[in-house]
């Protein structure tokens, strides 16, 4: 649609550039908002130090790595909060600092040893730690147990009264038990033992039968027949995402409200264009690895990917009877073509798939169990999930065991989509600035062209808290500078930026705003990071493009 304002100033025959901008991204864009963005030159990339110092010479591409072999990237970490929510049966409030203790105390583990394979976290369920590497590998199923209840039974610690009843318990050489934290408060000496010799937690080899049909793909005999997570129905998710709208709606009016009285829209004026997002959220299985790649490649180029369904087509009241009762009933399609990259894990041929839109809704909050949208306003995340995981089993059966894509690799994943060829850059093999200038070579004013991602060392100091986690993958979006210092723009899958105070990191930015990166505004802000180019290079094991 032409606006007639801009009709007036622009030569007749002109393309408007809003209506361009909205076709080709799929998304709204207040008129106001870049009213004023064309005249300034903040908006041009800074040339400054765009690698002087480059090795390959000025002007000439970073050469990529070879491609590592399959068992080298089993990357994935589970979302902690769409497992707990899952298990729970309602939402959980992500911007309340509580939100740490219900995680560790639903996972079992201490909120700061959740997103580090080292400390053995249910989060990688299914993965073991190479030490010597910092890489993840996969565990087969001779090597994970199911727990019952009675394994989970804890000791009756009231009698305790002196260390030496610990010993009677079963905490055996108390003398060489770990201690992960003492202190002197009020002259009480006040320590935290290991104690897994007389309670035993879930972790990455022994979880519970409830989270083994959640998030991982191991299965017997009996259970590969037909496959449905706990407390949850295959249901249609349109019908689902239309049930919700009212309530989305009410929310959307009162954060307008509340915004508008805190004049938060007069002061960010070019973000309150948009009150919804369809940006693809991680489910309770240990694919971060797909769903970054998903969104990589809709970031970079919305046309990749397709959401326009279809219905079975009938020409007349004469075909009713032709037609069989599995294809009267079968309702919309979505058709997606996947791209044979290489490999016998997670590939298969060249092929279009076609879903219907059932995906897996948990009982008790109406929510999809695995990738929803961010917004929770569309759906097509949910039926590219759902399409790869049918593609990768190859089965025609439409209640695909979506835990199948449980650990993989981001930057085939974006190939597979597009069509196009995968390029990894580890870190250890480039400096910091040969990083940036990937992203920058990648990119088209600070927003990232042709799909990129990265993934993090399965172990590190660094990996305390949800913004940053071991073995995980991210999408990257872009890169901006501010003074001397250059940042790469990423996304976490979760769709989670976690409240502020639980952790900190030396060069990372956890809220980026559009006036610190004007892409922004085209996305829900929630799991946008800034990493200087430096620190990126000490957090991250690989990043890559597929082009």
């Keep these: 649609m032409f606006n007639s304002e801009s009709s007036s100033s622009n030569a007749a025959g002109s393309v408007d550039p809003y209506a361009l901008f909205e076709a080709l991204t799929g998304k709204k864009i207040s008129r106001d908002a870049l009213s ?19 090795r390959n010479g000025m002007g000439r591409e970073i050469q990529p790595d070879h491609r590592p072999k399959e068992e080298e990237v089993m990357i994935g ?6 497992m707990v929510e899952a298990m729970l049966g309602h939402k959980l409030d992500r911007r309340n600092m509580n939100v740490s203790r219900i995680l560790s105390d639903v996972l079992q583990t201490d909120y700061d040893e959740l ?17 010597q590497e910092r890489r993840a590998e996969e565990l087969k199923q001779n090597d994970v147990k199911i727990l019952s209840e009675r394994d989970l039974v804890t000791p009756d610690l009231s009698r305790v009264q002196r260390l030496g009843d610990l010993e009677k318990l079963g905490l055996d050489k108390l003398e060489q038990t770990k201690i992960k934290e003492a202190r002197i408060q009020n002259g009480k000496l006040r320590v935290v033992l290991e104690g897994e010799n007389i309670a035993r937690t879930v972790s990455n080899r022994a979880f519970t039968r409830s989270m083994n049909e959640l998030a991982t793909r191991y299965r017997d005999q009996k259970e590969q027949r037909q496959w449905t997570p706990p407390n949850s129905a295959w249901r249609d998710i349109d019908e689902v995402v239309f049930q919700h709208a009212p309530m989305r709606l009410v929310a959307d009016v009162n954060r307008f409200r509340l915004g508008y009285h805190n004049n938060m829209f007069e002061a960010n004026s070019d973000c309150n264009h948009v009150s919804r997002f369809d940006d693809p959220v991680q489910g309770a299985t240990s694919n971060s690895w797909l769903i970054a790649a998903i969104f990589s490649v809709f970031w970079a180029d919305p046309s990749q990917i397709q959401r326009a369904s279809r219905k079975p087509h009938r020409r007349n009241e004469n075909d009713r009877g032709n037609m069989q009762d599995e294809d009267m009933n079968r309702g919309r399609r979505l058709e997606i073509k996947f791209h044979d990259k290489g490999g016998k894990r997670n590939n298969a041929d ?28 569309d759906i097509w995340p949910a039926l590219y999930e759902k399409a790869y995981a049918k593609w990768i089993t190859r089965t025609n059966n439409e209640r695909p065991d979506i835990t199948q894509t449980a650990h993989g690799d981001p930057i085939k994943a974006m190939a597979q989509i597009n069509g196009r ?5 580890f870190t250890e093999r480039h400096q910091s600035q040969d990083i940036l200038g990937v992203v920058r070579q990648n990119s088209v004013n600070f927003k990232t062209i042709c799909p990129m991602a990265a993934f993090t060392h399965a172990s590190g100091y660094m990996y305390r808290g949800s913004n940053l986690v071991a073995n995980h993958a991210y999408s990257v979006l872009g890169w901006t500078n501010h003074g001397e210092r250059q940042y790469i723009i990423l996304r976490n899958p979760w769709g989670v930026t976690e409240p502020m105070g639980l952790t900190a990191y030396p060069g990372l930015i956890d809220r980026v705003e559009p006036s610190f990166w004007r892409p922004a505004c085209l996305l829900d802000h929630e799991g946008v990071l800034a990493v200087e180019a430096h620190a990126f290079r000490e957090y991250f094991r690989c990043i890559g493009v597929a082009k």
């Design 115 to 131: 997103f580090d394979l080292k400390h053995r976290s249910v989060l990688f369920a299914g993965l073991k730690l190479n030490e």
């Design 77 to 82: 970490a589970i979302n902690p909060y769409a």
């Design 350 to 377: 060249t092929r279009t798939i076609e879903v219907d839109y059932e995906v897996p809704i948990n009982k008790s909050s109406n929510d999809p169990i695995y990738c929803r949208a961010s917004g929770e306003n």
């Design 421 to 425: 060829e995968p390029h990894y850059y």
């Design 36 to 54: 004023d963005a064309s005249s300034k030159t903040e908006d041009y990339d800074d040339l400054r130090d765009i690698s002087m110092d480059n």
